[in-house]
């Protein structure tokens, strides 16, 4: 059950506060408003599903909270600190030891097993997990040795969601993470996300068109023609085993 009174969090973390941003592509002579001034807040340990149709402006969105992108006005920071003005630099040290990114496509390397792959990201990080351990939160422990070629679509996305938290991101950024699953390899994939969510505190965001995956969030954002429409929080929230579309 949705309720229309979206809670209040004075209590909790304030991870990223966003102000009247837009973005504006130029493509030749066009100008494409993908945000038009949208405002909100995400919170330490939230799950949050951004919904809308393609064109809304959510994976635009996510990339500027990620650092993919920049804003062409307004204002994003993450900790108290200014997303907007950052350097190449600082946006790269900001993404490598922050955030964690799950997408569509697994983008995984084919040369490389289970546990390789994501031993490509406990390298660089500062504080990473031990890659066993976060294929074990996502169920993966009796394939670490396997390449993706002798995976299942949904094994291959669980190994992208243990690459991106081996880094102990305080941040997970899911843009369309079930939209190359059928439901039940999907739903498989949302558990582990709320696992991930529910055992380390990571705050998630979840993009997707998926109206029936909103009743797993502790919020949900609605995005249309670039601009937040409604903030709903879940009074009660679904496990994702009862999640049905």
């Not at 006005?73 to 200014?82: E, F, L, P, T």
């Not at 074990?136 to 938290?165: K, N, W």
């Not at 055992?199 to 995005?223: K, P, S």
Request: charged fraction near 25%; include cysteine; hydrophobic fraction near 40%.
């Amino acid at each position: 059950m949705i309720d229309k009174e979206e809670e209040t969090h004075n209590t909790r973390d304030v991870v990223f506060q966003v102000r009247d941003l837009t973005k504006i592509y130029k493509m030749g002579e066009v100008e494409v408003h993908a945000l038009r001034g949208a405002d909100l807040e995400l919170y330490s340990g939230e799950i949050v599903v951004f919904l809308g149709p393609s064109g809304s402006g959510k994976s635009t969105l996510l990339n500027i909270l990620g650092g993919l992108d920049t804003a062409t006005s307004g204002s994003v920071s993450y900790r108290g600190k200014d997303l907007t003005n950052a350097s190449e630099q600082e946006l790269t040290e900001y993404r490598r030891y922050h955030v964690g990114f799950v997408f569509q496509f697994y983008n995984l390397i084919p040369s490389l097993t289970a546990r390789e792959n994501v031993e490509v990201v406990t390298e660089i990080a500062e504080n990473p997990m031990v890659p066993e351990d976060a294929l074990a939160i996502v169920g993966l422990t009796e394939r670490l040795d396997h390449f993706p070629a002798q995976l299942s679509g949904g094994e291959q996305q669980r190994v992208a969601i243990a690459r991106a938290i081996s880094k102990n991101p305080e941040v997970l950024l899911c843009d369309e993470p079930t939209g190359a699953l059928d439901s039940k390899t999907g739903i498989v994939v949302l558990e582990a996300l709320e696992r991930i969510n529910r055992e380390l505190g990571t705050a998630t965001a979840i993009i997707t068109h998926n109206a029936d995956i909103a009743g797993m969030a502790d919020r949900v954002i609605y995005l249309s023609n670039g601009i937040i429409s409604e903030v709903k929080t879940n009074t009660v929230k679904k496990a994702p085993g009862e999640l049905k579309w």
